[in-house]
């Protein structure tokens, strides 16, 4: 029998807006240690290695970004069963759960990274990327896809140990890594000169140092989540129910797969202006850090509460998520307002790259506040399980900002890109919101 640890506890019985805050602190943090990973690099390569690396960097990272959709989706999948399993004390259905999610993940990450590795230089060019970019792209592409397999270590057994309730010793992890990673990319690419590909490499060895740390403490401290070597089969009834899930991972490379179209769409405005959206998407990432953080933690709020029986706590953790959304949003809307030249000027000295970005994150800022929503949204209904859902208005929203970006960028620029991306986000709300709240209502009503 698992003795329940004090955090896990507090998830089935503590005061939801105390409790959603302690376990979601970790996870902000964490994600946003997370996002230092590319904003790092962007940073060193913008400052030590000059406008075209930091291009190869910008027009390589929605590509990277499609991959660690798919592989992070997919752990929110497992991820929500994790937590329903936990909340239920269903341990043998857990370790099942835990060597199926681990080998079809593994098997599905290596896919990924042969298919990055041989296709990346074809989706460059495919974008209009100028040749010189391209190879500094290539490069960078190259070395990541390789290592990706860390990648989805750490994310797997991230998820799982805050399914479990943990949601520290991840974040613990990814501190001591991002603090690691700004050191390597500083020696790597500043002092011994490797260039762009120091930069890849630092990332790829801090990935593997955080996967073996975690899967080091996951075997040693949290039973559940212990596999021998008898263990590891991959079980097809629990199989079929983790790909059911699957729509998370699909959601998440839908969104990043929009990114990319758009960013092609800019290709004919310029280098520089490519860059700079770019760079001002390193500062919309980081602000999902918060909301993406808040999500998470319902996530495994309403998964633990509804497989523990108690639907009505699970509706008071959703109603105290929208409102630390929205508290948050309005004090993260107002700097970027306020201060966008400064925020992109941190990756760039190059005036037209500055101006372009600040052009895009002012004009966003208070706009987030539908993204805000969105997200917290999209998370009540992973909780419940409802992940084809997600998928379908994210799809929506996706195809509807695509369109607008191809019809507004020539036209509007940079503003044409504000205005698509905003009503892909208003469209989303307002397909989910109001079923939502009809949702959560229901809870308390069977």
């Not at 996530?299 to 008071?316: E, F, I, P, Y």
Request: proline share 3%.
């Amino acid at each position: 029998m698992y003795n329940r640890s004090g955090s896990h506890e507090a998830l089935l019985s503590g005061a939801p807006l105390p409790t959603l805050l302690y376990f979601a602190l970790p996870i902000i943090l964490g994600n946003v240690f997370q996002q230092l990973y590319s904003i790092v690099d962007a940073v060193v390569v913008g400052k030590f290695l000059g406008d075209l690396p930091l291009s190869g960097i910008s027009v390589a990272s929605p590509i990277v970004d499609v991959a660690n959709a798919l592989i992070i989706g997919g752990t929110i999948g497992a991820g929500v069963l994790c937590a329903h399993f936990c909340g239920a004390e269903d341990w043998d259905r857990m370790r099942r759960l835990n060597a199926t999610s681990l080998i079809g993940g593994a098997v599905l990450t290596v896919l990924i990274s042969a298919a990055g590795i041989l296709l990346s230089p074809l989706l460059l060019r495919a974008q209009g990327t100028e040749e010189a970019v391209c190879q500094q792209a290539a490069v960078y592409l190259h070395l990541v896809f390789a290592g990706l397999i860390f990648c989805f270590l750490y994310n797997y057994y991230a998820a799982m140990l805050r399914s479990c309730g943990n949601s520290r010793t991840p974040f613990v992890i990814l501190l001591l890594s991002s603090t690691l990673h700004a050191a390597l990319d500083l020696l790597f690419a500043g002092v011994l000169g490797w260039g762009i590909r120091g930069v890849a490499l630092s990332t790829v060895l801090c990935q593997a140092i955080s996967a073996a740390a975690c899967i080091v403490y996951a075997q040693r401290r949290c039973p559940p989540l212990v596999l021998r070597r008898g263990d590891l089969r991959f079980h097809r009834q629990t199989g079929g129910m983790v790909l059911s899930y699957a729509w998370a991972a699909l959601q998440q490379a839908v969104v990043c797969i929009g990114r990319l179209l758009v960013q092609g769409m800019l290709t004919p405005l310029g280098t520089s202006t490519v860059t700079g959206y770019n760079m001002s998407l390193r500062t919309e990432q980081f602000l999902f850090c918060f909301s993406q953080g808040i999500s998470a933690a319902m996530v495994v709020c309403l998964s633990q509460n509804l497989g523990h029986g108690d639907k009505a706590r699970a509706r008071r953790f959703y109603r105290v998520s929208v409102c630390a959304e929205l508290a948050l949003i309005a004090v993260l809307a107002t700097v970027c307002f306020l201060l966008p030249e400064r925020i992109v000027g941190i990756f760039s000295h190059n005036p037209q790259v500055i101006a372009a970005g600040a052009k895009y994150t002012g004009t966003m800022a208070y706009l987030y506040v539908f993204a805000y929503l969105g997200e917290v949204i999209q998370g009540f209904f992973r909780g419940l399980g409802q992940l084809r859902l997600t998928m379908v208005a994210s799809l929506l929203q996706v195809l509807l900002r695509v369109v607008l970006s191809y019809l507004l960028i020539p036209v509007w620029g940079i503003y044409g890109i504000c205005t698509a991306v905003a009503a892909g986000w208003v469209l989303l709300v307002a397909i989910e919101g109001a079923y939502s709240i009809r949702k959560a209502r229901a809870l308390t009503q069977v």
